[in-house]
C-alpha cells in the first residue's frame, strides 16, 4: 500500500471513529434529556401530594362554642353583664406569648375573670406562621379548638395551660399529632385524637387570624380592652385599663 492510500484509510477510519464519537454523545445527551424530564415530573408529583396534604383540601369547619363577636373562647367563668371585655391574642409557639401566660399579667386577668370583674376571652392568632394558611402554629392551636369543640371553654383552657407548659415555644418545634395527642390526653381532652390528626379546625383558624389584623392587632401578645390596646400589658397596666373601662 502506497503512502497516499495509508493516509487516505487512516483518515477515513479517523472520520469513521468520529462519527461513532458524536452518535454516542448524541445518544448520552437524550438519556439524560428524558431522565431530566422525568425527575422534573416525580418533583412537581411530590409538590402537588403535599400541597394537598398542607391543607388546601381540607373541609372548612367551625368549631362549637366560639365566642360572639370577636372568634375566641371565653373564659369558663360568668361575668357581670357589664362587665369590661378583655381579649388576649396569642400563639402558642409565641416566646412571648409563653411569657405573658406565666406572668402577674395574665394571672390578674384570670382572678378578674373569675370573680366576674371582666368578660376574658382567648382569640387565636397563628402569627408564627405568617400569612400562611397552615404550619406548626396551626397544628398546635388546631388541638386547642379540638378540644373547645368537645368540651367547651373548659377544654379550650385547659390546653391552653398544658401546651403553654409543654415548652414547644421554646424551639418553635413542629410537634407531631401523636405528641399533640398526649399533651391532650393530659391535659384531660379526650375523643380528640382524630380531630387533631386530620387538623380538623386548621382552615377556620384563618378566619380569627383575618379579623385580628381587620382591627390593627399585628403581634402577639397583645391584649385589648373594650377594644383599646393595653401597651406592656403588666398587672398593673391592665389593673388600670380595667377599672377605666
Known amino acids: 500500500m502506497t503512502n497516499q492510500r495509508r493516509k487516505q484509510s487512516a483518515r477515513a477510519e479517523a472520520a469513521r471513529l468520529e462519527r461513532e464519537r458524536a452518535e454516542r454523545r448524541k445518544r448520552l445527551i437524550l438519556t439524560g434529556s428524558i431522565a431530566a424530564a422525568a425527575t422534573v415530573l416525580v418533583a412537581a408529583a411530590a409538590w402537588g401530594v403535599s400541597a394537598l396534604a398542607s391543607g388546601e383540601d381540607r373541609e372548612f369547619v367551625a368549631p362549637r362554642h366560639v365566642s360572639v363577636g370577636t372568634p375566641g373562647f371565653a373564659f369558663p367563668a360568668k361575668a357581670d353583664p357589664a362587665a369590661p371585655v378583655v381579649e388576649v391574642y396569642a400563639d402558642f409557639l409565641c416566646p412571648h406569648c409563653a411569657d405573658f401566660a406565666d406572668s402577674d399579667g395574665e394571672r390578674l386577668l384570670k382572678e378578674r375573670a373569675e370573680a ?105 401578645p397583645t391584649v385589648l380592652v373594650d377594644g383599646e390596646k393595653v401597651d406592656e400589658p403588666t398587672a398593673a397596666k391592665l389593673q388600670a385599663a380595667i377599672d377605666a373601662a
Not at 169 to 188: F, Y
Open 116 to 220: 366576674g370583674e371582666i368578660s376574658l376571652r382567648f382569640v387565636p392568632m397563628t402569627i408564627m406562621d405568617g400569612r400562611a394558611s397552615d404550619g406548626p402554629a396551626h397544628d398546635v392551636m388546631n388541638a386547642a379548638v379540638c378540644a373547645a369543640d368537645v368540651q367547651g371553654p373548659e377544654g379550650f383552657w385547659a390546653m391552653h395551660t398544658a401546651l403553654f407548659a409543654a415548652g414547644l415555644h421554646e424551639d418553635r418545634s413542629a410537634p407531631s399529632s401523636t405528641e399533640l395527642t398526649a399533651i391532650a390526653q393530659d391535659a384531660g381532652a379526650q375523643g380528640i385524637d382524630a380531630c387533631i390528626d386530620e387538623g380538623r379546625f386548621v382552615p377556620w383558624l384563618s378566619e380569627p387570624r383575618d379579623a385580628a389584623r381587620d382591627r390593627g392587632v399585628t403581634g402577639t
